[in-house]
């Protein structure tokens, strides 16, 4: 797994918040960096702009992220488990270790925030009931999904 550890410049008088991603294999990042933060903006383009930095390659926009470093999306991210059960897989985020409940555009980011985690996870469909909203995917390890060549 391939970790990416740039350091942004940033003058002194900036602050500067830890951006991380974290794939669905292992909890280790696969990309990760400090981002200077001088006014206030927004999570969507935050992030749309470190990942274009980072080069790490996604699919999305400002408003929503599906893929990061070419992870599973669409039908490829549902993993069957019985005729009752499936697990459906995608990015969630947490903002100084809350998830938001708006779209990524919605969500301010401001000099006082200090950590943005992207993970890549999954929610439990089970006998017609959603359960298990944004649990880490390195939890269960899925073959489903870590077989992709994330890197």
């Known amino acids: 797994m391939k970790l990416l550890l ?4 940033f003058s002194s008088s900036a602050l500067a918040l830890d951006f991380t991603v974290i794939g669905p294999c ?4 696969i990309a990760q960096t ?13 992030t749309v702009s470190t990942l274009n930095l980072l080069k790490v390659p ?5 408003s929503g992220i599906s893929s990061i470093a070419n992870s599973p999306r669409g039908d490829d991210a549902l993993e069957v488990l019985s005729d009752t059960q499936m697990r459906a897989y995608g990015w969630c985020v947490e903002i100084d270790g809350n998830q938001p409940a708006e779209m990524p555009d919605e969500v301010p980011v401001t000099t006082a925030t200090q950590s943005v985690t992207w993970f890549y996870a999954y929610s439990l469909y089970d006998t017609g009931v959603w359960k298990d909203y944004c649990t880490p995917a390195w939890v269960k390890h899925s073959l489903a999904v870590c077989q992709a060549d994330l890197h």
């Open 58 to 62: 996604f699919t999305g926009d400002r």
């Open 26 to 29: 292992s909890q280790k990042p």
């Open 34 to 46: 400090q981002v200077p933060v001088t006014s206030a903006t927004n999570l969507g383009d935050l």
């Open 6 to 9: 740039p350091l942004l410049l």
